[in-house]
């Protein structure tokens, strides 16, 4: 599994950003897509997760009510709107796929697109 991602860029708070995750390869055993992100020194944050499956979603608390993950099903893609940005939401943001494999799990990652938002 290969992850594209794109979207990031410069936005002043309270603007809108959509980041966009392009997956290619194996995507039939994708279980599961996320978005993280990752400012230097400290962990990787989970922000959204969507069950391909099923359909359902999971969000960090700082951005209930203000991200949104969707996908498009036919085109192997991700999104992330992201709406009423804060400087807090600064950080690079890197897509996931967890792919199901016959006993286990592998996570994939793509290369990250970094997100700023300017106070």
């Known amino acids: 599994v290969q992850l594209v991602e794109s979207g990031g860029g410069l936005v002043q708070t309270g603007g809108s950003l959509r980041l966009t995750c392009a997956a290619s390869?194996?995507?039939?055993?994708?279980?599961?897509m996320s978005w993280y992100r990752q400012t230097p020194g400290n962990q990787r944050e989970l922000v959204a997760s969507?069950?391909?499956?099923?359909?359902?979603?999971k969000y960090a608390d700082s951005v209930q009510g203000r991200f949104t993950i969707s996908r498009d099903k036919g085109e192997n893609t991700v999104y992330l709107q992201m709406n009423n940005l804060k400087p807090e939401d600064t950080s690079v943001y890197y897509c996931?796929?967890?792919?199901?494999?016959?006993?286990?799990?592998?996570?994939?990652w793509g290369q990250g697109t970094q997100v700023t938002v300017s106070s």
């Open positions: 390869g194996a995507t039939r055993f994708i279980a599961v």
């Open positions: 996931n796929a967890l792919e199901q494999l016959a006993t286990d799990y592998a996570a994939h």
């Open positions: 969507l069950a391909m499956g099923v359909g359902g979603t």
